[in-house]
T-cell receptor, first 114, second 111 residues
Framework: EAQVTQNPRYLITVTGKKLTVTCSQNMNHEYMSWYRQDPGLGLRQIYYSMNVEVTDKGDVPEGYKVSRKEKRNFPLILESPSPNQTSLYFC?????????????FGQGTRLTVV | KQEVTQIPAALSVPEGENLVLNCSFTDSAIYNLQWFRQDPGKGLTSLLLIQSSQREQTSGRLNASLDKSSGRSTLYIAASQPGDSATYLCAVWGGSYIPTFGRGTSLIVHP
């Protein structure tokens, strides 16, 4: 089954404690990205990756890191989480071929930083 | 920079009504447009994908149309049901293959 898998689904952590949210897709997609979703603000892109070893900042990259060492994985790293990073996070992937692209989303990670 | 606007932001209707959700975008040079459904606290589920060469797509009670020249798409929901209650988002893809999302329309269908 084609899917994007995020882990964990729920996470409560303390300020300053480094954490990683994993994202994996089994569709051989080149493009992967991370979003955060907050009430009233919609989906905001954090980072994206066009392919292995190619990453770039989205609209709200501050406080986040990513890496793309393999095509299927795109982890999101919070080196020193702060309460303003409490949010619902989504990973997405899509194929880029001849002008056609369709996005698939993970089920989300609800992060609370206290 | 591409901007996507969804109107209305919220909608509450009685069961059985036919609905139209609107999505407008500022840059008509898009590859495709995708409509999603999101239940509270859940992920985004793809409903319909319209490629730039297409005018509409249908799936069950859903019909999405695309008018690139005017920068508009509509999602038509026929005979709405309480189970249709969710937030509906549209996203457009331009030349960079980076999608731009609208903020969504929150729909409540009451019995």
């Amino acid at each position: 089954e084609a899917q994007v898998t995020q882990n964990p689904r729920y996470l409560i952590t303390v300020t300053g404690k480094k954490l990683t949210v994993t994202c994996s897709q089994n569709m051989n997609h080149e493009y992967m990205s991370w979003y955060r979703q907050d009430p009233g603000l919609g989906l905001r892109q954090i980072y994206y990756s066009m392919n292995v070893e190619v990453t770039d900042k989205g609209d709200v990259p501050e406080g986040y890191k990513v890496s793309r060492k393999e095509k299927r994985n795109f982890p999101l790293i919070l080196e020193s989480p702060s309460p303003n990073q409490t949010s619902l996070y989504f990973c997405a992937s899509s194929l880029r071929t001849g002008g056609y692209t369709e996005a698939f989303f993970g089920q989300g990670t609800r992060l609370t930083v206290v | 920079k591409q901007e996507v606007t969804q109107i209305p932001a919220a909608l509450s209707v009685p069961e059985g009504e036919n609905l139209v959700l609107n999505c407008s975008f500022t840059d008509s040079a898009i590859y495709n447009l995708q409509w999603f459904r999101q239940d509270p606290g859940k992920g985004l589920t793809s409903l319909l994908l319209i490629q730039s060469s297409q005018r509409e797509q249908t799936s069950g009670r859903l019909n999405a149309s695309l008018d690139k020249s005017s920068g508009r798409s509509t999602l038509y929901i026929a005979a709405s049901q309480p189970g249709d209650s969710a937030t509906y988002l549209c996203a457009v893809w331009g030349g960079s293959y980076i999608p731009t999302f609208g903020r969504g329309t929150s729909l409540i269908v009451h019995p």
